[in-house]
């Protein structure tokens, strides 16, 4: 079973910022996405990217905060996070998309292939 590694997750006082890293398996990549849980609630989206247009999408909560980039070359995608606040507090995930469900990728059921999560914390 293929297991993505994301790396970058800590503790930052709020305001501050983190960059996230997730290598893409060596299968086909149609997207990758970033999804959070924070303690008690529902993973939700944060952000996607599609890896030929390079088309990010964001949740409504991080936009205009989060950014999420690819690099091709490397087969990473990114998600640099600014301006953090105490709520973006979760455990962040990395998925990876073959293309071969629904295409939409603001969704869980798109992605084949999760990482294990890196724990975000942001202090007041």
């Known amino acids: 079973q293929v297991q993505l590694v994301e790396s970058g997750g800590g503790l930052v006082q709020a305001g501050g910022s983190l960059r996230l890293s997730c290598a893409a398996s060596?299968?086909?990549?149609?997207?990758m996405g970033w999804f959070r849980q924070a303690p008690g609630k529902d993973r939700e989206f944060v952000a996607a990217?599609?890896?030929?247009?390079?088309?990010?999408y964001y949740g409504d909560s991080v936009k205009g905060r989060f950014t999420i980039a690819r690099d091709t070359a490397k087969n990473t995608v990114y998600l640099q996070m600014n301006s953090l606040k105490p709520e973006d507090t979760a455990v962040y995930y990395c998925?990876?998309?073959?293309?071969?469900?629904?295409?939409?990728?603001?969704?869980?059921?798109?992605?084949?292939?999760w990482g294990q999560g890196t724990q975000v914390t942001v202090s007041s």
């Open positions: 990217i599609t890896w030929t247009y390079n088309s990010p």
């Open positions: 998925a990876q998309s073959l293309g071969t469900n629904s295409g939409r990728i603001t969704t869980m059921d798109e992605y084949a292939y």
């Open positions: 060596g299968r086909s990549v149609y997207a």
